[in-house]
C-alpha cells in the first residue's frame, strides 16, 4: 500500500479484502501485464473474452467464470488485473483514445466513472440492451450512463456506510452498547455522534479516542451529502457548497478536541491503531471495511465489533464493467458484462467474495440478509448495509472528485491534528486542490 493514496484506490483495492460470509481474502492481486490485448480464438477454437481489471473485482476467485464456461462451451474467460487503479486507469483512458490495447471488458472505479462517461462515452457500447436498468439502484444505473442516455457502464458492487465500533471500548466508557439505541442517540445528524463522541471520550479508557481519523470522519459526512464537490451541472462547487465547509469544520472541531486519531486511513501508523484497539469507531465503514479491520485485527478483538446505522446514508466505493467498441469480441462481451452483474452473481459474488451488491432485488435474500462476519458475530450486518443502500443519496460525482477529496482529507482536515488551525488546514486543502485541478 503507498504511502498516500488517493480515496479512489482505498475504496477499490482495499474492497477486496471483504469477505463477509466466507472469511478473509488473501491479500489483494498480482500485477498483471497491460497487454496489447486482446481477445481472440484460443486453440482448441472457443472465443475468448478478455477483462481488464484492477484490484481483484472476485469474479474468478467466487467461481463465476467457470460457471459461465460451463454454460457457454464455445467460450473461454481470460482476466489481466492491475493492483492498483491508479496505475489502470491512466492507462485505461490512454488505450480508449487510441483505440488500441483493450480488452474485451474494461473495469472503471466509481471516482473515474463520470469523466468516462463524459469524455470515452463514445468509445463504448451501450450495454442498455443487455442489463436491466430495473435490476441496479437507479442512482449506480444513471452513474454508468452519459448525457445522451447511453449506459456504458453496468454496476458491480457499491459501498453503502454505517458505523462500525467496539462495543467492549464503549461500555468501558460507560456508554450504549445496543446498535439501536445508539442509532437513535445520533439519527439524523453527524453533530449528535460527535456528541456522542465527547461523552464516550470524558470516560475513554487510556490512549483511546473515540474515532480512527479526520479523513474517515469527513469522508462518512460528505458522502452522506446530496450535493459534494459538483453540482447537477457538472461545475465544481466545493469552496461555496456549505455542506462541505460545515463538515469540514464539524471534523476541525472533533479533532481540535482530541475526539479523533492523528493517522490518514490505510498508512501503517492507521493499521497500528486497529491492531492495538485505540480507536472505539469508524464512521466510514462499507461492508469491504470489515476485511480490513479482520486482517489488521489481533485474534481476540474477533467478535467485539458491532455495526450500527450511520447518522445519515452514504456510499464509499463501487466499480462498473464497460465493453470497449474497438474489442474484437463486443457482442460477446456485453452479454458477459451483463451476466456478471446480473442480480443473480452479485448475489453469489457477496455471499462468497463480500462485494456488496448494486441490484437492490437481492437484499431480501439469504445471501444477504443471513450476511455475518467474525469480527461483529451475530450482527444483522446485511440487512444494516441494505437499508443504507436503499437510502443512500444520489450524488453527483465528478470528474476530479477524487482530487478534491484527498486534497479535504490528506492536505486538509489531517493537519488539524498536527496542530494547525482549521483556518490554516483548509486554505491549504483549497491551495493544493485547486493546483491539481489546474493540471
Given at each position: 500500500?503507498?504511502?498516500?493514496?488517493?480515496?479512489?484506490?482505498?475504496a477499490?483495492?482495499?474492497?477486496?479484502?471483504?469477505?463477509?460470509?466466507?472469511?478473509?481474502?488473501?491479500g489483494?492481486?498480482?500485477?498483471?501485464?497491460?497487454?496489447?490485448?486482446?481477445?481472440?480464438?484460443?486453440?482448441?477454437?472457443?472465443?475468448?473474452?478478455?477483462?481488464?481489471?484492477?484490484?481483484?473485482?472476485?469474479?474468478?476467485?467466487?467461481?463465476?467464470?467457470?460457471?459461465?464456461?460451463?454454460?457457454?462451451p464455445?467460450?473461454?474467460?481470460?482476466?489481466?488485473?492491475?493492483?492498483?487503479?491508479?496505475?489502470?486507469?491512466?492507462?485505461?483512458?490512454?488505450?480508449?483514445?487510441t483505440?488500441?490495447?483493450?480488452?474485451?471488458?474494461?473495469?472503471?472505479?466509481?471516482?473515474?466513472?463520470?469523466?468516462?462517461?463524459?469524455?470515452?462515452?463514445?468509445?463504448?457500447v451501450?450495454?442498455?440492451?443487455?442489463?436491466?436498468?430495473?435490476?441496479?439502484?437507479?442512482?449506480?444505473?444513471?452513474?454508468?450512463?452519459?448525457?445522451?442516455?447511453?449506459?456504458?457502464?453496468?454496476?458491480?458492487?457499491?459501498?453503502?456506510?454505517?458505523v462500525?465500533?467496539?462495543?467492549?471500548?464503549?461500555?468501558?466508557?460507560?456508554?450504549?452498547?445496543?446498535?439501536?439505541?445508539?442509532?437513535?442517540?445520533?439519527?439524523?445528524?453527524?453533530?449528535?455522534?460527535?456528541?456522542?463522541?465527547?461523552?464516550?471520550?470524558?470516560?475513554?479508557?487510556?490512549?483511546?479516542?473515540?474515532?480512527?481519523?479526520?479523513?474517515g470522519?469527513?469522508?462518512?459526512?460528505?458522502?452522506?451529502?446530496?450535493?459534494?464537490?459538483?453540482d447537477?451541472?457538472?461545475?465544481?462547487?466545493?469552496?461555496?457548497?456549505?455542506a462541505?465547509?460545515?463538515?469540514?469544520?464539524?471534523?476541525?472541531?472533533?479533532?481540535?478536541?482530541?475526539?479523533?486519531?492523528?493517522?490518514?486511513?490505510?498508512?501503517p501508523?492507521?493499521?497500528?491503531?486497529?491492531?492495538?484497539?485505540?480507536?472505539?469507531?469508524?464512521?466510514?465503514?462499507?461492508?469491504?471495511?470489515?476485511?480490513?479491520?479482520?486482517?489488521?485485527?489481533?485474534?481476540?478483538?474477533?467478535?467485539?465489533w458491532d455495526?450500527?446505522?450511520?447518522?445519515?446514508?452514504?456510499?464509499?466505493?463501487?466499480s462498473?464493467?464497460?465493453?470497449?467498441?474497438?474489442?474484437?469480441?463486443?457482442?460477446?462481451?456485453?452479454?458477459?458484462?451483463?451476466?456478471?452483474?446480473?442480480?443473480?452473481?452479485?448475489?453469489?459474488?457477496f455471499?462468497?467474495?463480500?462485494?456488496?451488491?448494486?441490484?437492490?432485488?437481492?437484499?431480501?435474500?439469504?445471501?444477504?440478509?443471513?450476511?455475518?462476519?467474525?469480527?461483529?458475530?451475530?450482527?444483522?450486518?446485511?440487512?444494516?448495509?441494505?437499508?443504507?443502500?436503499?437510502?443512500?443519496?444520489?450524488?453527483?460525482?465528478?470528474?476530479?472528485?477524487?482530487?478534491?477529496?484527498?486534497?479535504?482529507?490528506d492536505?486538509?482536515?489531517?493537519?488539524?491534528?498536527?496542530?494547525?488551525?482549521?483556518e490554516?488546514?483548509?486554505?491549504?486543502?483549497?491551495?493544493?486542490?485547486?493546483?491539481?485541478?489546474?493540471?
Amino acid at each position: 500500500m503507498r504511502a498516500i493514496r488517493t480515496a479512489r484506490s482505498r475504496a477499490v483495492v482495499l474492497a477486496t479484502v471483504a469477505a463477509l460470509g466466507a472469511g478473509l481474502l488473501a491479500g489483494c492481486a498480482d500485477d498483471g501485464k497491460d497487454e496489447e490485448s486482446t481477445s481472440s480464438g484460443s486453440a482448441d477454437g472457443k472465443t475468448v473474452i478478455t477483462l481488464g481489471l484492477f484490484g481483484t473485482f472476485g469474479f474468478k476467485e467466487a467461481g463465476l467464470y467457470a460457471e459461465y464456461e460451463k454454460l457457454n462451451p464455445d467460450i473461454q474467460i481470460k482476466e489481466t488485473v492491475i493492483e492498483r487503479n491508479e496505475n489502470y486507469y491512466p492507462a485505461l483512458v490512454n488505450h480508449l483514445t487510441t483505440g488500441s490495447g483493450l480488452q474485451d471488458i474494461q473495469g472503471v472505479e466509481v471516482g473515474n466513472i463520470a469523466e468516462i462517461t463524459a469524455t470515452q462515452g463514445d468509445k463504448l457500447v451501450d450495454l442498455s440492451k443487455y442489463g436491466k436498468q430495473a435490476d441496479f439502484l437507479d442512482w449506480k444505473w444513471q452513474q454508468g450512463t452519459t448525457k445522451g442516455g447511453q449506459t456504458v457502464g453496468l454496476g458491480t458492487d457499491i459501498g453503502p456506510m454505517a458505523v462500525c465500533y467496539r462495543k467492549d471500548l464503549f461500555e468501558k466508557a460507560g456508554l450504549p452498547t445496543d446498535r439501536e439505541e445508539l442509532a437513535k442517540l445520533w439519527e439524523g445528524d453527524w453533530a449528535k455522534f460527535i456528541d456522542v463522541g465527547r461523552d464516550f471520550q470524558k470516560n475513554a479508557p487510556k490512549g483511546v479516542t473515540f474515532i480512527d481519523s479526520p479523513g474517515g470522519l469527513l469522508n462518512a459526512v460528505l458522502s452522506s451529502e446530496t450535493e459534494k464537490f459538483y453540482d447537477a451541472k457538472g461545475e465544481v462547487v466545493y469552496k461555496t457548497n456549505p455542506a462541505v465547509k460545515d463538515g469540514f469544520t464539524l471534523t476541525a472541531e472533533a479533532a481540535e478536541e482530541g475526539l479523533i486519531g492523528k493517522q490518514v486511513q490505510f498508512q501503517p501508523a492507521w493499521d497500528t491503531t486497529i491492531a492495538n484497539s485505540q480507536f472505539a469507531a469508524m464512521p466510514s465503514c462499507p461492508p469491504w471495511m470489515l476485511g480490513y479491520i479482520e486482517s489488521k485485527s489481533k485474534p481476540e478483538s474477533a467478535g467485539k465489533w458491532d455495526v450500527a446505522k450511520a447518522p445519515k446514508a452514504g456510499n464509499w466505493g463501487g466499480s462498473f464493467l464497460s465493453v470497449p467498441k474497438a474489442g474484437k469480441n463486443t457482442e460477446e462481451a456485453a452479454k458477459l458484462a451483463a451476466w456478471l452483474t446480473a442480480p443473480e452473481q452479485q448475489a453469489k459474488l457477496f455471499a462468497k467474495r463480500g462485494s456488496f451488491p448494486s441490484a437492490p432485488s437481492t437484499y431480501e435474500g439469504d445471501d444477504v440478509l443471513g450476511a455475518k462476519n467474525k469480527m461483529t458475530g451475530d450482527a444483522p450486518i446485511g440487512e444494516i448495509f441494505a437499508a443504507a443502500a436503499e437510502t443512500a443519496p444520489e450524488q453527483f460525482i465528478g470528474p476530479k472528485d477524487q482530487i478534491i477529496q484527498q486534497g479535504l482529507t490528506d492536505n486538509g482536515v489531517i493537519l488539524i491534528s498536527q496542530g494547525k488551525t482549521a483556518e490554516q488546514a483548509w486554505s491549504n486543502a483549497v491551495k493544493t486542490i485547486d493546483n491539481n485541478l489546474e493540471k
